[in-house]
């Protein structure tokens, strides 16, 4: 038989309940029993107020304990005395055993449950009477050395101060019996036992009761998750789990929530990226087979500006597979980068310069306020860095407006390297500016394929930036056109001398 998760944890919880409630019901009943019997020593102790008075009597009278020492029928008469002034009716304990056959020539006292032996002519102790508690009484110094009577021995025993004007002279010493014989004490341990039994088989039924309960609140979630799981693993990314508790499985169901929202947004992403793909490569096969086609037919002419047109589809086509295939290396990890101490600043000025002519001829102005120091520098790939600034300056060569402007500026802290780059509009919406890093993303009124670009440039911005381990984001500008921001780690001190 195989167990379900539920079947495990209300077995373990029960079993766990079983064996403390049996615990607890053993130990209780254990205790209940010897404490009792403690009790029980403590009250004869308590109600034996005229025998300690007679001891204290004899104490003052022979000013020690010689007599009774030397004498036991002394130590019988106060027995005696004591047993007719407190006129019980029945004995408290059942009197010991008979004694054994003794020889003639030696008459000795029975021996009593200690096992203790007086040498004498006749029983020290009185006969078994009314009180069978005598056989357990006996008489110790103030130092706990025996007088008379039942002798001292490891046993559990009570005490109770014998003084003679002010001063502590003796103990009366009664021991405890381990087994209670009185009919009335076994038959209140036995109810005491039956309500100790009654209360472990409530608290065993609350205790099933509980771990029914607790075994399917936590069992609930992880069937959830389990039947989640399958309706993922069948492409649908809309199932969600509700979250009732903030322990670690509700932490557990909210993260599956958000994992199925992510896998949701990735598959749509997928598909739009299926779409976009497709139409991105639809549009210049479709030329390039008109023109094709136009050639064949001899509609157009086989001449050089034919050539031209065909040969500017086919460079578009290549870019977009160039960066599509730069795109998928990187996140995959297998794009090899360099990993050495670089100047930003410095690769900016020259990628600037090389782009000069084409600024100038399309009337972009470009504004360099470099605010950082020029021996700048961080950790990256200098081709990769350049492919970066060489991405933003087409942007701008295609989007921005003839004439226009574009500020570079930068700022440095400690730790951080800020570069924005600035165009002179058109804006982007507010609504689009989270996007402009997506790939093939292009806001239609003024990023259009007329401008030239294949829509994936900024999403390899955003690749080479993080992998440098800084961030970038599209945001307005003051300048009522689009802004491009980028912050890099720096390098630091210490890990330029290891360089």
């Known amino acids: 038989m195989r167990w379900k998760l539920f079947h495990k944890i209300f077995a373990s919880y029960l079993l766990m309940a079983l064996l403390i409630v049996g615990l607890l019901v053993v130990t209780m009943e254990f205790s209940a029993s ?77 021996p009593d449950s200690l096992g203790y032996e007086l040498p004498d002519r006749r029983p020290p102790f009185p006969e078994p009477g009314p009180l069978g508690l005598v056989w357990r009484l006996s008489l110790l110094d103030k130092d706990k050395r025996l007088v008379v009577g039942a002798p001292v021995a490891t046993r559990k025993a009570k005490f109770r ?42 608290l065993l039924a609350l205790a099933s009761l509980l771990s029914l309960l607790l075994s399917k609140h936590l069992a609930d979630p992880i069937r959830q998750l389990s039947l989640g799981t399958r ?11 509700a979250v009732r508790t903030r322990d670690e499985l509700g932490q ?40 094709i086609e136009a050639l064949q037919d001899g509609v157009r002419k086989t001449d050089a500006k034919a050539l031209d047109s065909l040969h500017a589809e086919v460079l578009y086509i290549s870019r977009i597979v160039d960066d599509l295939h730069e795109l998928t290396m990187a996140e ?30 399309h009337h972009i102005q470009v504004i360099l306020e470099l605010g950082s120091p020029p021996g700048t520098t961080l950790l990256g790939d200098p081709n990769r860095l350049e492919r970066l600034f060489s991405n933003l300056l087409e942007n701008a060569l295609r989007y921005v407006d003839k004439p226009g402007t574009l500020r570079i500026l930068s700022r440095q802290t400690e730790t951080e390297l800020t570069l924005n780059f600035d165009d002179s509009g058109p804006g982007v919406p507010d609504s689009s500016l989270p996007r402009l890093f997506d790939r093939l993303y292009r806001v239609d009124s003024s990023r259009s394929r007329s401008k030239g670009g294949s829509g ?25 056109g689009l802004r491009i921001q980028m912050v890099f780690p720096l390098q630091r001190t210490d890990e330029k001398l290891r360089q």
């Open 34 to 110: 010897r404490n009792f019997a403690d009790y029980v020593a403590e009250v004869e102790l308590e109600n034996l107020d005229g025998l300690t008075s007679a001891l204290e009597e004899a104490y003052a009278r022979h000013q020690g304990w010689n007599e009774l020492r030397t004498d036991p029928e002394r130590w019988r008469q106060i027995l005696r005395s004591y047993l007719q002034e407190a006129g019980l009716k029945r004995p408290l304990f059942p009197p010991p055993p008979p004694p054994p056959p003794f020889p003639p020539e030696r008459l000795l006292r029975p």
């Open 161 to 202: 101060e014998i003084t003679s004007e002010g001063e502590h002279v003796g103990w009366l010493r009664l021991a405890v019996e381990e087994r209670l014989s009185h009919p009335l004490d076994q038959d209140f341990l036995k109810r005491q036992s039956k309500a100790l039994y009654a209360i472990g088989v409530v």
């Open 231 to 241: 309706a993922l693993a069948s492409l649908d990314f809309d199932t969600s789990i």
């Open 252 to 291: 557990l169901a909210d993260d599956f929530n958000s994992m199925a929202r992510t896998l949701r947004r990735y598959e749509q992403m997928r598909k739009q990226w299926l779409s976009d793909i497709s139409h991105e490569m639809r549009t210049p096969l479709s030329i390039l087979r008109g023109e």
């Open 332 to 361: 995959s990890g297998a794009l090899r980068s360099e990993n050495k101490v670089i100047h930003p600043t410095e690769i900016l000025k020259r990628t600037v310069e090389v782009f000069g002519d084409r600024l100038a001829q």
């Open 456 to 480: 994936l440039g900024l999403a390899i911005c955003k690749d080479i930036v993080e992998s440098h381990g800084g961030k970038i984001a599209a945001l307005n500008a003051p300048t009522d």
